[in-house]
């Protein structure tokens, strides 16, 4: 049983039998929600939502819908 268990890549078990899992990245927020979502989203901001109402809607940060505003030449304002 301790034989199977430096094999499965254990610490101290060589670099080479260890694999590095790299975490998955997620979509950008203008690539998940398409063009018409980016329109709904810019809308929404300049009938008067907030950034942070609108990153909680869309499952991201205020600061990704800060960005991605500032991307569509859209100004923000801070709230």
């Not at 060589?14 to 979509?27: D, E, I, M, N, T």
């Not at 927020?29 to 398409?34: K, P, S, V």
Request: overall charge positive; some cysteine.
């Amino acid at each position: 049983m301790a034989n199977t268990w430096l094999k499965s890549g254990a610490p101290g078990s060589s670099s080479a039998a260890r694999q590095r899992v790299q975490p998955k990245q997620r979509a950008l927020l203008g690539e998940r929600i398409g063009e018409d979502g980016v329109a709904d989203l810019i809308a929404k901001f300049r009938a008067g939502v907030t950034k942070h109402q609108l990153a909680e809607e869309y499952g991201c940060s205020p600061s990704t819908i800060e960005r991605l505003l500032r991307l569509r030449g859209v100004g923000w304002r801070r709230s």
